[in-house]
């Protein structure tokens, strides 16, 4: 007898897990749909949505008995998708920015970059040790986990798609920064590792091979790579051996290529990526062609965020979210109203921003997919021991929050900032 298909069953069935979970889906699409249709005009709707949506699914698997996802558990599969998700963001990122590379028109990012977010892990870090509890390396790889600030959720907050929005000043930091610093924490959590493993003769090794190679490595592949892609296309394209139907598609096997090369090479793919975006751009920054690129990578990066947080969402359980205790839990406030604001307002200390757009830049310092990539990261090594579980679970809370409070502010301060 051949085996019954897993949607059907043989005479009455009701409150089948399958097509609960099809139905699940289902409403989870039409919500997509909906939020995504306004999220310039209500920025952050859909990834609140889609948190509300995974918490739900989270409790009803937990209520029935049913073995949902884990962070820990599952590290893997969060990593995967959360690369995923990161990685065409961070092209897509690339894409929007109109500004030439250069020290004084980006010198707000390279604050942000080499003052505020060294700062801010420094800050993590010894509340890791001095208030969890944690050991140094724990602590710094907290710190690293929790350094960037997300390309994606992000950019409702960050400037518009190419050619159709004023870059100002802190639209432009945040999105610069974000752009950059998802690939920069990569040192610190290599080096929160090599605290932790311990032996001598390491620091040259991490600075050499994880901070002078890596990332001019990344930066280089992606920037060129990105020129060079671009005017292969747009010279296929002018062959008609490429159509323009297609140009949406164009940001995935060219962040695909760029990444693929760097991690061959040993740099840091997710800075090829947003390089790459920077270098696309710059082959022809007047052309259509970016802008049909942009719309098509920022609608995957859209469907990408929307799935990560329906997966943070669904892994969320009671008993994970006890697992940083009453200091743990501390951290979240900490971070977003103290650690955050004052790691930027030294970062920008003497330069001409206002201060109201200093405290714009502070308070949208978000968490999320970036800190969960390296949070699954994190996860699959075993040296942290039995540390894993509070680093991975107060990096959890810190983005849950993140999510929360800075979906809820982020329209009407964001109307306040260009009034």
């Known amino acids: 007898m051949p085996a ?13 897990l399958h ?7 289902g409403l989870a699409l039409f919500a997509a749909v909906g939020a995504l249709s306004h999220q310039r005009d209500r920025a952050f709707s859909a990834s609140l949505i889609y948190l509300a949506l995974g918490l739900v699914a989270a409790a009803v698997m937990e209520s029935i008995g049913v073995d949902g996802l884990g962070p820990l558990r599952n590290s893997r599969l969060l990593e995967w998708i959360t690369e995923a998700a990161v990685v065409v963001a961070l092209f ?3 894409l929007r920015i109109d500004r030439r590379i250069g020290l004084r028109s980006w010198s707000t990012v390279w604050r942000l970059l080499g003052v505020a977010m060294p700062l801010t892990i420094a800050a993590i870090a010894a509340f890791g040790v001095w208030a969890i509890g944690l050991p140094l390396g724990a602590a710094i790889a907290l710190g690293a986990i929790l350094a960037p600030t997300d390309p994606v959720l992000a950019g409702d907050i960050g400037v518009g798609p190419p050619e159709e929005e004023d870059e100002r ?8 920064e974000a752009g950059l610093n998802d690939g920069l924490a990569f040192p610190f959590v290599f080096l929160a590792l090599f605290v932790v493993e311990g032996g001598g003769g390491w620091g040259l090794e991490w600075l050499v091979a994880d901070v002078l190679y890596a990332i001019p490595v990344g930066l280089a592949i992606g920037g060129v790579g990105g020129y060079a892609l671009a005017s292969l296309a747009v010279r296929l394209r002018d062959a008609n051996l490429l159509s323009e139907r297609y140009d949406g598609w164009m940001a995935i096997p060219t ?24 270098g696309f751009r710059g082959y022809e920054r007047s052309h259509e062609h970016n802008q ?6 920022e609608q995957i990066e859209k469907l990408g965020e929307l799935t990560v947080i329906l997966l943070l969402g669904s892994m969320v359980t009671v008993a994970g979210l006890g697992e940083p205790g009453l200091t743990g839990w501390l951290l979240v406030p900490l971070l977003l109203l103290a650690i955050r604001p004052l790691s930027v307002l030294v970062g920008l200390a003497g330069s001409s921003v206002p201060w109201r757009e200093r405290a714009f830049v502070g308070w949208f310092g978000v968490r999320g997919i970036g800190s969960l990539y390296y949070a699954a990261v994190v996860s699959q090594s ?4 039995e540390d894993v579980r509070v680093v991975v679970w107060t990096a959890i809370a810190c983005v849950l929050a993140s999510v929360l409070v800075h979906g809820m502010t982020a329209a009407p301060l964001g109307r306040r900032l260009t009034e």
């Open 4 to 16: 019954t298909p897993l949607a059907a069953s043989a005479g009455f069935g009701f409150g089948d």
């Open 19 to 25: 097509g609960l979970a099809l139905l699940f889906f």
């Open 92 to 94: 897509a990122t690339g």
């Open 169 to 176: 000043q802190p639209r432009f930091s945040l999105t610069g």
């Open 255 to 278: 962040v695909l290529v760029l990444y693929g090369l760097t991690e061959l090479a040993g740099g840091y793919g997710f800075l090829a990526a947003f390089a790459g975006g920077l």
């Open 292 to 297: 049909r690129v942009h719309a098509g990578a």
């Open 382 to 385: 075993e040296v942290l021991g």
